[in-house]
Structures are given as structure tokens and as C-alpha cells.
């Protein structure tokens, strides 16, 4: 399943059977993610990006590059929880494009476990 799913229904389901963001996740072990202040709640699969779950939760994320890590608009902060690394690409991004260091991409981070995070527009 690729990550252009208009009906919110529809990417649910996909995200339920493990497919999102144009990667299957073999063996998953699902995460938590808690959405502040709207306290949504979705499942994920390890692995999955904040993007990805925010998607699934049907929360609205601003994206200009089509979740390539390029436009630095899908910047969240992560309250709690485990997710991936920053990448060297995603500081670079996050630095030209004038983003506060200590959000993270939506696009480019990965959960790695249960997290909780927000963004000022939820
Ligand atoms: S969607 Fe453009 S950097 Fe994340």
C-alpha cells in the first residue's frame, strides 16, 4: 500500500494490517502513540514514522515535500517515548529550514516505542 489514502477509514485499515508509508513491517510489534492535546490514540508498527501515525490517526500534519525530509514543515515534539536517531540529513534539514532543534520531523522519525507527542495545532 502506497501513502496516498484519501479516505481516513481506508488508512486505518492500513495501518491495522501493517502497511504504511509504502513499507511493510514483518514480525511487528506495535506501538502506542498518544497525541497531546487531542489525546488520540493509535497503533503502529515499530518502525513506522510519526507522519505515519499521525496519518492514522487522522490528525492533520503540514507537509509540503511529500514526506521526504526536505521541507521541514512536518515538525513535532516528542513529549515521551523512544523514537529514532536524528539523522545527519534531518539536522541539516531542520537547520535550513530555521526549525526549532529540539523538534523532530514527523517524516524521518521513527517509533521504537510507546511515545507521546504534540504539535501546537492539535
Ligand atoms: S514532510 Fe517535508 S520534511 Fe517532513
Known amino acids: 500500500m502506497v501513502g496516498k489514502v484519501a479516505d481516513p477509514r481506508a488508512w486505518r485499515a492500513a495501518v ?4 504504511v508509508g509504502g513499507a511493510r513491517y514483518p514480525g511487528r510489534v506495535d ?13 503502529v508498527p515499530r518502525g513506522a514514522s510519526l507522519l505515519d501515525a499521525a496519518r492514522g490517526a487522522g490528525l492533520p500534519v503540514a507537509r509540503a515535500c511529500g514526506g521526504t525530509g526536505l521541507c521541514s514543515r512536518c515538525g513535532v515534539r516528542v513529549l ?7 539523522s545527519a540529513d534531518e539536522a541539516h534539514a531542520k537547520r535550513a ?12 522519525a521513527r517509533l ?7 504539535a501546537a495545532y492539535w
Open 112 to 118: 521504537q516505542g510507546d511515545v507521546v507527542v504534540t
Open 97 to 108: 529550514n530555521r526549525v526549532d532543534p529540539e523538534l523532530r520531523l514527523a517524516c524521518l
Open 31 to 43: 506501538c502506542e502513540v498518544r497525541f497531546h492535546p487531542s489525546q488520540q490514540r493509535v497503533r
Open 80 to 86: 515521551s517515548g523512544p523514537v529514532s536517531v536524528e
Open 16 to 19: 491495522a494490517l501493517g502497511r
